[in-house]
């Protein structure tokens, strides 16, 4: 029969993935000719056979690839000449044009976790196994094709052994550019205060300490953590202390699922989320004997995940119970990642430092997911998440190459290229200037390792943010066009890329609720009711203005929107209305005179339809974080756990003007007479709710359907609230509403950098 030749490019995330073995070994099974090689844009094949060989040998190329691989596109063409007479073979990476996928770090496959445990093994108790499967990728690579000489083990040279493995197509480790094992790959010591700590085992030692109650820096993935023993009220109340972290909860490190079990209630889907090899943060429900209440206050859920590294796994194996697994920072400061910074900044938290040789290239927050009622919803992406690209609608394929900037909270940033859309890691907050320089320095790297250079630099429109300033100094530098982006358009179009609807179809409704955000009338908007698309919108509904009475200061002390909702909700005397109810003597104690000069007067009192401030006021009017909000979304979410087991009852009412203002008098009036009545609590918070979603849900209906369009996106921070969310939806859809909510990318400003590079890329 005549042998024929082919050329085969495979696209996607085909690199560090054991994707050229999986392909040796069937051009071998399959008796081809050739070779397979790394390139900038994947993995490219030339193989020679029969027609029906090269056939099945395409078909099987897509059918069962290695776990962590996904073939995005595959594309091939004849090939001239004669076919080679060696055997198939795997050729050197070549350096050229960069377009091929980054693979996301990936948790410990069960293959390493035997190794690590067999005391007959090379590896046994080695903290840093693993093979193509599984290990760092991100977080240690500094450029593709990704080889070993691009990534933080080029400082590591493999002994006879590990190369033997790494050179041999047949073994799993084979091109495994971590590979490493205790003879040749990093190390790992335990120190303190005084230097290193002389002992046999360092994992032991550890775990050792933090039985006697002890707090342990450990360097893991993407940077280090804080831990300690989670059953122990005590230490975790120290722990707080040292970090001065007050209240925002902290996240569980369990030995494995029957562990979860003892303190969470625990689904089939959440299983699969903390078993899958993101190993993220899932929010669970706390069970009836739980935890110590210190680790999560006044929630209903706590964020649990499983060991991602070998470390994690040994460590755990030696402890009864979960551990407290936080990030190793001070507050207001980014994780950190270097050996020498953590002596220095934890100094005064750590009692001890688990610390290894392996350099963390890239900073990964871990990934914080919950199961929702249809799909997971991914909250912050981190590691084991970023930066697998969104796919996009083939329309995008045209679009320019695009940089998003993303928002100074929450902050991303987003590469639109070729049709994909890379969604940056989770950064954080910009005015810590330790987190702008790592910002700025993420889209350098980002830039070279996809090759980027942008014809669009896309910014959120408030001109003060910092990544709004960095990406005018970067259109500058590069001559790429700006463009200028509204906040809550960019949510909503964030929504529709992810959902892959297509330039023409996108026409929707967009139910925008956030903090937050520069309105197109120069006004701070944050509870919107947009109708438009990728190209624009008209703002159609939006929620009544309302002082912001001492600018970002009420952001943090939820009585003041308290006082400024009851001051648009019935005018100056509003005093009297509070007679009689447990907020009279609380507001009593408050500069309330002040206040209400401010916002009488327009001083340091900017008015803002704010969604989030709305939440803030009515959690103060029960009690929640009424002087205080100690981090961010802190009254609304302890004000959706308040809700518990209330759902059955009325929601409190609005009033929508003609002009499609939204007035929350009504809603006011009736929980000042429920807590006149006292009514419990949560019975309130359910009402607050329902009330709520049924009135965006109406309104939202109202403008779809006189816009003649089936489709309504539901965006924006706010939109995090699981009650909330669950109940329009059910709403929407029973009256043959097409409902979109975001899944793939974080509702809050972690996902609007998707959005910016969408609306960018269709601009005139």
């Known amino acids: 029969m005549a042998i024929l030749g082919r050329h085969i490019c495979l696209q996607g995330r085909v690199q560090g993935v054991g994707f050229r073995p999986f392909v040796w070994h069937l051009a071998t099974e399959a008796q081809l000719k050739g070779h397979v090689r790394n390139d900038g844009t994947g993995v490219q094949v030339e193989a020679w ?85 599984c290990g760092p990728r991100l977080s240690i690579i500094t450029g593709i094709p990704y080889d070993r000489a691009q990534t933080a083990m080029r400082k590591f040279t493999m ?68 831990a300690c023993d989670a059953t122990d009220a005590t230490v975790v109340q120290r722990l707080r202390d040292r970090k001065n972290r007050i209240a925002k909860p902290f996240a569980i490190m369990a030995k494995d699922l029957a562990q979860v079990w003892g303190f969470c209630q625990l689904s089939d889907a959440e299983a699969d989320l903390l078993a899958a090899p993101a190993a993220p943060i899932v929010l669970l429900l706390k069970s009836d004997q739980g935890l110590p209440e210190c680790i999560a206050p006044d929630l209903d859920r706590i964020g649990v995940m499983l060991p991602h590294a070998p470390l994690h796994h040994l460590l755990l194996a030696e402890l009864d119970g979960p551990l407290i697994m936080t990030s190793g920072n001070p507050a207001n400061c980014p994780q950190i990642t270097l050996n020498d910074d953590a002596r220095r900044a934890l100094t005064d938290i750590a009692d001890a430092w688990l610390m290894h040789d392996r350099d963390i290239v890239n900073r990964l927050d871990d990934s914080l997911i919950r199961a929702d009622d249809e799909a997971p919803s991914i909250l912050r992406r981190g590691r084991g998440m970023a930066p697998a690209p969104i796919p996009l609608h083939p329309d995008f394929a045209t679009a320019p ?66 990544s709004t300033r960095w990406g005018a100094h970067l259109a500058k ?48 908007w944050g509870g919107e009711f947009l109708l438009g698309d990728y190209c624009g919108f008209e703002r159609k509904a939006h929620f009544q203005p309302v002082a912001l009475a001492g600018g970002e200061q009420a952001v943090r002390e939820p009585w003041r929107n308290l006082v400024a909702q009851l001051t648009a909700a019935f005018g100056e005397g509003w005093e009297q209305d509070i007679a009689q109810t447990p907020l009279s003597q609380r507001l009593a104690a408050k500069p309330t005179t002040l206040i209400n000069q401010m916002i009488a007067q327009g001083l340091n009192a900017p008015l803002t339809s704010s969604a989030g401030r709305l939440f803030d006021a009515v959690a103060a009017a029960l009690g929640i974080a009424f002087d205080q909000q100690h981090y961010e979304g802190q009254a ?8 518990g087991t209330h759902p059955d009852c009325t929601g409190y009412a609005a009033d929508v003007s003609d002009q499609g203002v939204i007035s929350w008098k009504p809603l006011w009036s009736e929980l000042l007479s429920d807590l006149k009545n006292g009514v419990a609590h949560g019975t309130i918070a359910a009402r607050f709710h329902i009330g709520l979603a049924d009135t965006l849900a109406e309104t939202a209906m109202r403008i779809a359907s006189d816009a003649q369009t089936t489709r309504i996106v539901l965006s924006g921070g706010v939109m995090q609230n699981r009650f909330l969310v669950s109940r329009m939806v059910q709403t929407l859809r029973a009256q043959g509403f097409h409902v979109m909510a975001p899944k793939t990318v974080p509702a809050n400003d972690g996902g609007l950098s998707l959005g910016q590079a969408a609306i960018a890329a269709f601009q005139p």
């Open 636 to 643: 609304a979410m302890e004000l959706e756990a308040m809700i």
């Open 477 to 524: 530098d590069t001559g790429a066009k700006l463009v200028p982006v509204q906040h809550h358009h960019a949510h909503m179009a964030s929504c529709l890329a992810a959902h892959h609807i297509a330039p023409d179809e996108a026409l929707c409704v967009g139910v925008i609720l956030d903090g937050t955000g520069l309105g197109t009338d120069g006004t701070i």
């Open 401 to 466: 190459p695009t940089l998003a900037m993303g928002a100074e909270l929450k902050a991303t940033f987003c590469l639109l290229n070729n049709g994909q859309a890379v969604l940056s890691q989770h950064i954080g907050d910009l005015k810590t200037a330790d987190t702008y320089a790592d910002y700025r320095a993420k889209i350098d790297l980002y830039r070279d390792l996809y090759g980027m250079d942008p014809a669009i630099i896309a910014v959120d429109m408030h001109q003060d943010y910092l």
């Open 159 to 226: 002994c006879d052994a590990c190369q033997r493995e790494y050179s041999d197509p047949s073994d799993r480790r084979f091109y495994a550019q971590p590979n490493a094992c205790p003879a040749c790959g990093p190390q790992l010591w335990l120190e303190d205060e005084d230097g290193p700590i002389a002992c046999a085992d360092p994992v032991s030692e550890a775990a050792r300490k933090l039985r006697q109650g002890q707090i342990i820096a450990i360097k893991g993935i993407g940077g280090f953590h804080l």
């Open 49 to 133: 056979g029969t027609k029906d060989a090269l056939d099945r040998f395409l078909a099987k190329l897509v059918e069962n690839p290695p776990p962590l691989a996904n073939v995005a596109q595959i594309t091939w063409k004849d090939l001239a000449g004669d076919a080679p007479t060696q055997a198939f073979f795997i050729a050197h990476s070549d350096h050229g044009p960069v377009r091929a996928e980054i693979t996301p770090d990936a948790a410990t496959c069960p293959a390493c976790l035997t190794d690590i445990r067999d005391p007959a093994n090379r590896r046994y108790r080695y903290p840093f196994t693993n093979c193509t499967h």
